[in-house]
T-cell receptor, first 115, second 113 residues
Framework: QQPVQSPQAVILREGEDAVINCSSS?????VHWYRQKHGEAPVFLMI?????EQKGHEKISASFNEKKQQSSLYLTASQLSYSGTYFC????????????????FGKGTLLTVNP | KAGVTQTPRYLIKTRGQQVTLSCSPI?????VSWYQQTPGQGLQFLFE???????NKGNFPGRFSGRQFSNSRSEMNVSTLELGDSALYLC????????????FGQGTRLTVV
């Protein structure tokens, strides 16, 4: 089941904030966030795990609400370099084993940051 | 270190033909996943290989197949190509899965005419 992302597109001015949401109809084990610039490969932003652990290496924050089966990506004080399409990927495995691992991505949110 | 390498970068094929795409993961990475990206559907999971074994697959017809070699390099094959198979095919490698950062290649742009 493909997760639903909202909004589909957002336009910001440099310095403004944005929130991108990702919701699933199935229980989530983890949520992964990637950003893809036009003509480039998707780049890892963050992983949020059931139980609250987060792994990421950029100045971007996110939340993971297990009960609501939702995740939100928070982009604060946006920079021109934040422009791109943001994808959330959801993992619905039960347990922590490696089998049945499958990342299902949403259709993406196009973020445009203007000067 | 070298990133994920996909070859070829661009490919034009005729309906009914078959095609093989290649992906060389980052050295030491054992997991390789394949995705199809189209404007309408976004990134769709094809399959994942770990240590030469297919561990999971998406909802694609049997015309789509893959394999992984002992050096972790992976190939994807599409037989009896259809116009709808035109897409960007991305592979991603990670040290192990699940829940580790995946590194994507630049993709192979396949056009079926």
């Amino acid at each position: 089941q493909q997760p639903v992302q909202s909004p589909q597109a957002v336009i910001l001015r440099e310095g403004e904030d944005a929130v991108i949401n990702c919701s699933s109809s199935k229980a989530l084990y983890s949520v992964h966030w990637y950003r893809q610039k036009h003509g480039e490969a998707p780049v890892f932003l963050m992983i949020l795990l059931k139980g609250g652990e987060q792994k990421g290496h950029e100045k971007i924050s996110a939340s993971f609400n297990e009960k609501k089966q939702q995740s939100s990506l928070y982009l604060t004080a946006s920079q021109l370099s934040y422009s791109g399409t943001y994808f959330c990927g959801t993992d619905h495995r039960e347990g922590s084993g490696g089998s049945n691992y499958k990342l299902t991505f949403g259709k993406g949110t196009l973020l445009t940051v203007n000067p | 270190k070298a990133g994920v390498t996909q070859t070829p970068r661009y490919l034009i094929k005729t309906r009914g033909q078959q095609v093989t795409l290649s992906c060389s993961p980052i050295s030491g990475h054992r997991s390789v996943s394949w995705y199809q990206q189209t404007p309408g559907q976004g990134l769709q999971f094809l399959f994942e290989y770990f240590s030469e074994t297919q561990r999971n697959k998406g909802n694609f017809p049997g015309r789509f197949s893959g394999r992984q070699f002992s050096n972790s390099r992976s190939e994807m094959n599409v037989s009896t190509l259809e116009l709808g198979d035109s897409a960007l095919y991305l592979c991603a490698s990670s040290l192990r899965s699940p829940n580790t950062e995946a590194f994507f290649g630049q993709g192979t742009r396949l056009t079926v005419v």
